[in-house]
């Protein structure tokens, strides 16, 4: 992306590679979980073939779960198909350096079937271009930023592995939202992700200390979309390899413990047409001023939350987020810098846009901005009004209607949704429906440790 350090042309990755500054590729996906997997690759290799030829993998990875255990059922790939490959196309509008890693460059993929070189369906960049086509069909670019909250260990992750994740230590002790001096004594970690992101082309523009112990959020500049979820999945990956450089952990998961405030994932989301937002306008909604566009994006989004919920909220983890007053919304209403609503609307003319604080940090970025996309595009086309305006505290407010309590209610909707096969396809809608009923039968089919200290002596 030009202009933004750190940011490489392919002339400029042959020039470091020249002068040795430069040794290795990093070229890489994201499977449905949102986690990175690629190759890595000699730069001088990279350079000759790679870079205008791509690479294969096996497309087993679109199927597999978080155990790495191809699972059956998936009509994309499966054994009976044998388990074949898709090519990896660099984008190398992506191309950039790898501060964090050593004399190394960092490359996202498309993903292609070998055969055809159409772009694989149910690969989730794949989807959230589809999306991002129709909004420029309409004559919209689609801009936006994903505030991004993790709780920081002082258990390095092979640690925290070998105590079964339990008697961690946070960085901090108290809780320390804004609080500077818990901060300064988690910068030995926290300034290293800013510095090694704001040289790896992703802008940053602040960390804070968040509510729970030892809980950080780190905020990047926005962008367009495609960009704005390129650089979420860059910065998670960056942050847990520095991390482990430094012999502490993060995680990302939306409630790692029930004493503590969950992880979000806030996404703030405008539509453009060329240089000028298109949520600014006449019509007053209490106290925003906005268009018809904005008032039927936002009716678009909030009525299609149930259906789309499982790209905000993709594991059995992430809906123990959503508890009544604890900074997670539990109602799909919408207010005006108001943080117990689901939908929180801030800024003002041209930087007037939609925050959404329905996903979790475990969001994968492609599907959750494909979710925010689909909807609010059908609500331009439709003209689905948003509901009135909402003042006070929506955590009272019982006859606004409710987030879905568990991943298996949200996948039901969700496969059955006529508004998701239309706007997805009945390919992606199979295969992620079948996705996320895996995830809930792992954990139907896994005996945890709150049966056993509830039942082990006492039934």
């Known amino acids: 992306m030009a202009g933004v350090r750190g940011m490489i042309s392919k002339a400029e990755l042959e020039s470091s590679v ?10 890489a996906f994201t499977d449905h979980y949102g986690r990175v997997h690629g190759k890595r690759f000699d730069a001088h290799h990279f350079i000759e073939e790679i870079s205008d030829h791509g690479t294969h993998g096996c497309d087993y990875l679109l199927t597999v779960d978080m155990e790495m255990e191809p699972v059956p059922g998936y009509s994309y790939a499966n054994w009976e198909l044998g388990y074949g490959d898709f090519h990896m196309v660099p984008d190398l509008s992506t191309l950039r350096l790898a501060t964090w890693l050593d004399r190394t460059a960092f490359v996202l993929c498309d993903l292609e079937d070998p055969r055809t070189h159409d772009l694989v369906t149910v690969a989730p960049r794949t989807i ?4 991002l086509e129709r909004a420029a069909e309409s004559g919209y670019i689609a801009k936006g930023a994903s505030e991004l909250e993790y709780f920081l260990f002082e258990d390095s992750y092979r640690e925290a592995a070998e105590k079964k994740y339990e008697g961690m230590r946070p960085s901090g002790w108290y809780i320390e939202d804004y609080h500077l001096l818990q901060g300064t004594r988690e910068e030995f970690y926290n300034g290293q992700v800013r510095r090694h992101l704001s040289a790896s082309g992703i802008p940053v523009e602040n960390s804070k200390g968040e509510w729970g112990r030892g809980q950080h959020e780190m905020n990047i500049r926005f962008t367009e979309l495609l960009e704005m979820a390129d650089r979420h999945t860059v910065m998670k990956q960056a942050m847990k390899e520095i991390a482990d450089n430094t012999g502490v952990s993060i995680t990302f998961m939306a409630k790692p413990d029930m004493t503590e405030a969950g992880s979000s994932c806030h996404l703030h989301v405008s539509l453009w047409a060329g240089d ?3 949520f600014p306008g006449d019509q007053v909604f209490g106290p925003v001023h906005g268009s018809d566009v904005f008032h039927w994006f936002l009716g678009g989004w909030m009525a299609h939350v149930p259906e789309l919920m499982v790209f905000f909220a993709p594991t059995i983890n992430s809906y123990k987020r959503y508890q009544d007053a604890s900074w997670a919304p539990t109602r ?5 810098d108001n943080r117990t609503a689901g939908f929180r609307v801030v800024g003002h003319g041209q930087s007037l846009r939609i925050e959404c604080r329905i996903p979790g940090a475990d969001a994968n970025p492609y599907l959750a901005y494909s979710a925010v996309l689909a909807a609010g595009l059908d609500g331009i086309v439709n003209q689905i009004e948003a509901p009135e305006i909402f003042e006070g505290d929506v955590y009272q407010a019982r006859e606004l209607p409710r987030v879905p309590y568990t991943l298996r209610d949200a996948t039901d909707i969700f496969e059955s949704s006529e508004f998701v096969r239309g706007a997805f396809g009945s390919p ?4 992620y429906s079948h996705f996320f009923r895996m995830e809930q039968k792992a954990f139907d089919n896994s005996v945890t440790d709150w049966e056993r200290w509830r039942y082990f002596e006492r039934i």
């Open 276 to 278: 000028e937002n298109t």
């Open 428 to 431: 992606v809608q199979e295969h």
């Open 18 to 27: 020249a002068s040795k500054d430069i040794d290795t590729v990093v070229v």
């Open 332 to 336: 799909l209403g919408w207010s005006y």
């Open 128 to 131: 959230l271009r589809r999306q």
